[in-house]
DNA sequence: AAGGCGATTGCCT
DNA sequence: GGCAATCGCCTTT
């Protein structure tokens, strides 16, 4: 289990996409740790109109110019919050949105997370693989929120490791989703047949 | 100062 | 498959 280091974050936003499949996201909270396997990632680029960065830095989008490795998370239709890694160097403004994992610790403390506090759900879904297959959803069950923009990945209580899990065979591009412009480039990136990814 | 709309989700038809 | 929920950000007056 090895901790990616910042020379892991600072390379190409799209190979970075990539390279974060099958890699392990960890928060420890406390005595206990939420974990899992990151399956569907997309890559937003500086020079796309897709992407926050597009129109430069503001006070919203401030952490997707930090150096790679930091934590970028957005609030977006009134009640969402959307987690990204960011990369390349400082002041780029290019990011790697976190669209579903695959749970593996913590899967108590994620449902509750889940179920509480969320004024949409009114039925009582305990489905596994509606838990973290979606970026807000994502979000949600590791309680990030815009308090956790900002923080660096490599020197802090959330961190991503490499537990050796070779997926590079099982990696499948396709067109982001969700997003009106740059609507071609095959920037999202995901792990065939995965339950937990969020659309075909 | 005002208005449009979003890197989504869950419920309803 | 369609659409409401809900609010902060950014663009346009």
Same mark, same amino acid.
């Given at each position: 289990?090895?901790?990616l $280091?910042?020379?892991f974050?600072? $390379?190409?936003?799209i190979?970075?996409?990539?390279d974060l499949l099958?890699?392990?996201?960890?928060r420890k909270?406390?005595?206990?740790?939420?974990?899992?396997?990151?399956?569907?990632t997309?890559a937003y680029l500086?020079?796309?109109p897709?992407?926050h960065?597009?129109?430069?830095?503001?006070?919203?989008?401030?952490?997707?110019?930090?150096?790679g490795?930091?934590l970028? #998370?957005?609030?977006?239709y009134?009640?969402?919050?959307?987690?990204n890694?960011v990369?390349?160097?400082?002041n780029?403004?290019?990011?790697?949105?976190i669209?579903?994992v695959? /749970?593996?610790?913590?899967?108590?403390?994620m449902?509750?997370?889940?179920l509480l506090?969320?004024r949409r759900r009114?039925s009582d879904?305990?489905?596994?693989?509606?838990?973290?297959?979606g /970026? *807000?959803?994502?979000a949600? *069950?590791?309680?990030?929120?815009?308090?956790?923009?900002?923080?660096?990945l490599?020197?802090?209580?959330m961190?991503i #490791?490499d537990?050796?899990v070779n997926?590079r065979?099982?990696?499948?591009a396709?067109v982001?989703v969700?997003?009106? *412009?740059?609507k071609?480039k095959?920037?999202?990136?995901?792990?065939k047949?995965n /339950?937990?990814?969020s659309?075909?």
């Amino acid at each position: 289990m090895k901790k990616l $280091r910042r020379s892991f974050y600072t $390379r190409s936003t799209i190979a970075v996409a990539k390279d974060l499949l099958g890699k392990i996201f960890i928060r420890k909270i406390g005595n206990s740790s939420l974990s899992g396997m990151i399956v569907e990632t997309e890559a937003y680029l500086h020079t796309d109109p897709a992407s926050h960065s597009y129109r430069g830095k503001t006070e919203r989008n401030s952490a997707m110019f930090d150096t790679g490795g930091h934590l970028y #998370v957005y609030f977006t239709y009134g009640m969402h919050f959307c987690a990204n890694v960011v990369t390349s160097n400082k002041n780029t403004g290019e990011a790697v949105l976190i669209r579903a994992v695959e /749970p593996i610790e913590g899967i108590e403390m994620m449902t509750k997370n889940r179920l509480l506090d969320d004024r949409r759900r009114h039925s009582d879904d305990r489905r596994l693989h509606t838990l973290t297959n979606g /970026p *807000a959803k994502f979000a949600q *069950a590791f309680q990030l929120t815009r308090q956790q923009s900002g923080i660096d990945l490599t020197k802090s209580e959330m961190f991503i #490791v490499d537990a050796g899990v070779n997926v590079r065979r099982m990696i499948v591009a396709g067109v982001r989703v969700g997003i009106s *412009a740059g609507k071609g480039k095959k920037w999202r990136f995901y792990l065939k047949n995965n /339950p937990w990814v969020s659309k075909k």
